[in-house]
């Protein structure tokens, strides 16, 4: 589904937000859902933060990404943050009533679902890297990940470690042994 046909679901009410500054906290973990969003352009991360104030980068959405959905499908509480990482350009997607949307987009409930899943795959298959790859190799795979399908956006060593699993001390020296050896510019 491209994102313009996300113009046509039915039973939404469209905002369409311009020039989102970087640092802008879309929603909140814990704050109840009522909208979902697609990137139209920019990049947006989703935080997880822990009772103990660490905060964990779990996903990144670009450009063509819906992301929030999930929520609305389940307890109605968002479970993470998501910030803009990129000035953006978002559309906010507010089902009027969410059973009426359910049944008025079949299409498109099935798009979202497919998304889920993927979504689900990726978070078992980093879930299982966490559990038996060493630091070094989780932060080479991180920054290989995110430099590749993000090029454009400069990662900071904090968020490298974030969606390594690690500290962010770790992946400075990581990042500082690989530039010795020349493995990394």
Known sequence: MEMLKAMNFKNCQYNHLVAVE?????????ETAHSFYCVKNGLIGLYHT????????????KVGDYFGFRTLFGDKKYHCTAKVLMEAEIIKIT?????SFFLENPETIRFLFQILSN?????EDRLAKSAYLK?????????????????DYHWTHREIAEYAGCETETAI?????????????
């Open 22 to 30: 970087k640092g802008t906290q879309l929603y909140r973990q814990g």
């Open 50 to 61: 822990l009772e103990n104030g660490k905060e964990s980068l779990v996903r990144i959405y």
């Open 95 to 99: 089902p009027q009533h969410i059973d």
């Open 119 to 123: 979504e689900l795959r990726d978070a």
């Open 135 to 151: 630091s070094l190799d989780r932060v080479i795979d991180s920054i290989y990940f995110l430099t590749e399908n993000f090029p």
């Open 173 to 185: 020296r990581i990042t500082r042994d690989l530039r010795k050896k020349n493995l990394l510019s």
